[in-house]
């Protein structure tokens, strides 16, 4: 399979710990963006990097969430002392450097977080 | 700012009527406008974009949608509805962005059901 994949699909953790998930996006593409999405909503923009440059936060980034692209290739999403309020789904999407704003988005199925 | 509304949640249709999931949109300058569906335990696919020329674009499964400027719609069509088609529905608009990033933001989604 040569889509976007997450790792892990799904993640349980108790209240206060750390959480990292990873996302491989499509191997020719240089852009890579996550999204969050909770319950009975759209996704909604976190990041987004081209290469290993981040070059866009959303006000949605708290100081615990961290994202890296070190090598322009897979990216990970840290969270930090995590909160019940983070449980959701985080998406991972990728897109080539062409096409601009009108180029399509390949997402990942996604890693589920259940914070107790 | 930019934003999408959908206004149903749920979409009910017979199988094999024609189908309709609303959208309309706020953004400043030129939309660039999208449509995403979600089946069950699976990933965001991008169904089809309206970027420029005919209001009427076709994009997969048989699946169009119409852009109406005046009105600051994309609505959604389809047709005849399959039970195959039964997911969720994403709306989306494409903001300007000076990186020339294709980042995406999302309605909160319609629920399409196609009743055998």
């Known amino acids: 399979d040569t889509g976007v994949s997450q790792d892990p699909r799904h993640k349980i953790t108790k209240r206060g710990q750390n959480v990292t998930f990873r996302c491989d996006p499509i191997?020719?593409?240089?852009?890579l963006y996550w999204y969050r999405q909770t319950l009975g909503q759209g996704p909604e923009f976190l990041t987004y990097?081209?290469?290993?440059?981040?070059?866009?936060k959303s006000r949605l980034l708290s100081d615990r969430f961290s994202a890296e692209r070190p090598k322009g290739s897979f990216s990970t999403l840290e969270i930090q002392r995590t909160e019940q309020g983070d449980s959701a789904m985080y998406l991972c999407?990728?897109?080539?450097?062409?096409?601009?704003?009108?180029?399509?988005?390949?997402f990942g199925e996604g890693s589920r977080l259940t914070v107790l | 700012a930019q934003s999408v509304a959908q206004p149903e949640d749920q979409v009910n249709v017979a199988e094999g009527n024609p189908l309709t999931v609303k959208c309309t949109y706020s953004?400043?300058?030129?939309?660039?406008l999208f449509w995403y569906v979600q089946y069950p335990n699976r990933g965001l696919q991008f169904l089809l974009k309206?970027?420029?020329?005919?209001?009427l674009v076709k994009g997969s499964y048989g699946f169009e949608a119409e852009f109406n400027k005046s009105q600051t719609s994309f609505h959604l069509k389809k047709p005849s509805a399959l039970v195959s088609d039964s997911a969720l529905y994403f709306c989306?608009?494409?903001?300007?962005?000076?990186?020339?990033?294709?980042?995406?933001?999302f309605g909160t989604g319609t629920r399409l059901t196609v009743i055998p």
């Open positions: 999407a990728s897109s080539p450097g062409t096409g601009g704003r009108g180029g399509e988005l390949f």
């Open positions: 191997s020719e593409h240089n852009r």
């Open positions: 990097f081209q290469n290993e440059a981040q070059l866009e």
């Open positions: 953004v400043s300058g030129n939309p660039y």
């Open positions: 309206y970027i420029t020329g005919d209001n």
């Open positions: 989306a608009v494409s903001p300007f962005d000076q990186t020339g990033a294709n980042n995406l933001f």
